[in-house]
């Protein structure tokens, strides 16, 4: 299976200021067209994951433009360029070229 | 508006069966691939099974042979059968929908269904 692991696995952040997740698998996630299967997902508390990014660098519907994806290959990096209250949750990195899909242990985001 | 809305959660006996059901709304649930994904404190998100439009299905090693995937295409309803259940299989469930034209991109899921195998 493809081991997914993510850092920090939590971040502290001032409202305002930007966050980053790293992401990194223990193979590589391109597969056609250059497209690497890298999903990002945030749980907010007391809901259910929801859909940020997909195929690496692809915002989900309704998904605020502050966040964006990037990476290639084994190294991914989801970013906030300006972190707000309502991004407080754990964020997920999710790898879906092979079955199964495996997920990172999580990232936590708190605000100062 | 997609709506997926787990039930059948439950306290259960280790070696015990459940089933869990996943009622869809807002699409149809033969034209997505649906998969059911769980969460433990301990192991986080762990996927655990897939049915494709086609009907073909595939399963996480820790569940195959133990658990079955199925859907009930006229109640638009996904089940997932969980057969001679173990303590680690104590987890939230979730269904998940994938995105058209996407295997495992999870753009819908459920609020979550809590399973509890223990004595």
């Known amino acids: 299976d493809i081991v997914m692991t993510q850092s920090p696995l939590s971040l502290p952040v001032t409202p305002g200021e930007p966050a980053s997740i790293s992401c990194r698998s223990s193979?590589?996630?391109?597969?056609?067209?250059?497209?690497?299967?890298l999903d990002w997902y945030l749980q907010k508390p007391g809901q259910s994951p929801q859909l940020l990014i997909y195929l690496g660098s692809y915002r989900a519907s309704g998904v605020p433009d502050r966040f964006s994806g990037r990476g290639s290959g084994t190294d991914f990096t989801l970013k906030i360029s300006r972190v707000e209250a309502e991004d407080v949750g754990v964020y997920y990195c999710?790898?879906?070229?092979?079955?199964?899909?495996?997920f990172g242990q999580g990232t936590r985001l708190e605000i100062k | 508006e997609v709506q997926l809305v787990e039930s059948g959660g439950d306290l259960i006996q280790p070696g015990g069966s459940l089933r869990l059901s996943c009622a869809a709304s807002?699409?149809?649930?033969?034209?997505?691939?649906m998969s059911w994904v769980r969460q433990t404190p301990g192991k986080g998100l762990e996927w655990v099974s897939i049915i494709y439009s086609d009907g073909s299905t595939y399963y996480a090693d820790s569940v195959k042979g133990r658990f079955t995937i199925s859907r009930d295409n006229s109640k638009n309803t996904l089940y997932l059968q969980m057969n001679s259940l173990r303590a680690e299989d104590t987890a939230i469930y979730y269904c998940a929908r994938a995105k058209s034209g996407y295997s495992y991109v999870f753009d819908y899921w459920g609020q979550g269904t809590p399973v509890t195998v223990s004595s």
């Open positions: 807002g699409f149809t649930i033969s034209s997505n691939y």
């Open positions: 193979q590589s996630l391109v597969y056609t067209h250059g497209n690497s299967y």
């Open positions: 999710m790898q879906a070229l092979q079955t199964p899909v495996t």
